[in-house]
């Protein structure tokens, strides 16, 4: 098993920053890759960022493209999501998210049902 602890959420005036962190520990060596999903009202959850294990493989939405930057610290298994010139569109809850199952194709990075470990979420709320 895996276990995800996110932090840094919070309120922020449109254009300001945010940088949210997710505390991997227990079975870490069997994970492939993490990412970032988030999920506004009404809406239906949305892959942001992705990182593999190794912190040399990066992927992004289009929407955070330029304004989002995912990152991993190896030595303390987290992975970080520095959100930049936030718009009100990015408020969401953001949910940290792991698969220790193989990523077959880039494809796969993308998409929800690859990864098999999920944090409780953070509330990221951008003030118009």
């Known amino acids: 098993q895996v276990q995800l602890v996110e932090s840094g959420g919070g309120l922020v005036q449109a254009g300001g920053s945010l940088r949210l962190s997710c505390a991997a520990s227990?079975?870490?060596?069997?994970?492939?890759?993490m990412g970032w999903f988030r999920q506004a009202p009404g809406k239906e959850r949305e892959f942001v960022a992705a990182i593999g294990w190794s912190g040399g493989i990066t992927y992004y939405a289009d929407s955070v493209k330029g304004r989002f930057t995912i990152s991993k610290d190896n030595a303390k298994d987290t992975v970080y999501l520095q959100m930049n010139s936030l718009k009100f569109e990015d408020t969401a809850v953001y949910y940290c998210a792991a698969t220790s199952r193989p990523v077959y194709g880039s494809s796969r990075y993308l998409s929800a049902s690859q990864y098999n470990y999920w944090g409780q979420g953070t509330q990221v709320t951008v003030s118009a």
């Open positions: 227990g079975r870490t060596f069997t994970v492939y890759a």
